[in-house]
């Protein structure tokens, strides 16, 4: 059982460049999410899926588009990318637990540097 | 529009010794949940502890226990018996629910220093 995993650990680009980063999970959840953490900040809601063929916009999705591919599968484009989107990006899936409580669980992260 | 607030940047604590770290937040929904999460330096997101507002006692897990206090909207993290494995940066997240979906929305953290 791998939880959430993130593809790739480490990524550098130039300034113009796309790429996707990628994310599963196996723990059948419903919800899935992108964000971002920058030095000295918390971290911050890019895009997520509530379930599977839905997705909608966090607090900061400019320059960024997602695809949820199924229910195990949520990734993250960059088409253009930008210095300002250097930070690293964590990827999260979550479950509604008993009463109103849940976690949700956190991939290992992606840290991307744009030069 | 949701808010929580990390008012301490940094906090040192001799091991053994117990630590509160600060987290008040600002909803208008009756129904909210507040967690905390630990990252240490290796990077990852690790759960540590929920209440939910409704929960009528405060939330324990272990060595952690989750001071909640309502009308001050104030959620603080008691670390008993501190370990240096408890040196990480810890964040404060509230539960947004706005949306369909269970969306969180965090603080800037504060960095936690167990001194031996």
């Known amino acids: 059982n791998a939880g959430v995993t993130q593809t790739p650990k480490f990524q550098v680009l130039k300034t113009g460049q796309s790429m996707t980063l990628q994310c599963a999970q196996d723990?059948?959840?419903?919800?899935m999410y992108w964000y971002r953490q920058d030095p000295g900040m918390g971290l911050r809601l890019i895009y997520y899926?509530?379930?599977?063929?839905?997705?909608d916009k966090g607090e900061v999705p400019n320059g960024y588009n997602v695809s949820r591919l199924n229910k195990r599968e949520f990734s993250l484009r960059l088409e253009s990318a930008a210095p300002s989107q250097t930070s690293v990006y964590f990827c999260?899936?979550?479950?509604?637990?008993?009463?109103?409580?849940?976690?949700?669980?956190f991939g290992p992260g992606t840290r991307l540097t744009v030069t | 529009a949701q808010k929580i607030t990390q008012t301490q940047p940094g906090m040192f604590v001799q091991e053994k010794e117990a630590v509160t770290l600060d987290c008040t937040y600002d909803?208008?929904?009756?129904?909210?949940?507040l967690f905390w999460y630990k990252q240490p330096s290796s990077g990852e997101m690790i759960f540590l502890i929920y209440?939910?507002?409704?929960?009528?006692q405060n939330a324990t897990e272990g060595r952690y226990s989750l001071n909640f206090q309502k009308a001050r909207k104030s959620a603080n993290l008691v670390i008993s018996a501190s370990q240096l494995g408890d040196s990480a940066m810890y964040f404060c997240a509230m539960r947004n629910t706005q949306g369909g979906s269970e969306k969180l929305v965090f603080g800037k953290g504060t960095k936690l220093t167990v001194n031996p």
């Open positions: 209440q939910g507002s409704y929960d009528q």
């Open positions: 723990m059948n959840h419903n919800s």
């Open positions: 899926s509530a379930s599977e063929g839905t997705t």
């Open positions: 999260a899936s979550s479950e509604v637990r008993s009463g109103d409580g849940y976690e949700q669980y």
């Open positions: 909803t208008s929904d009756p129904s909210y949940g």
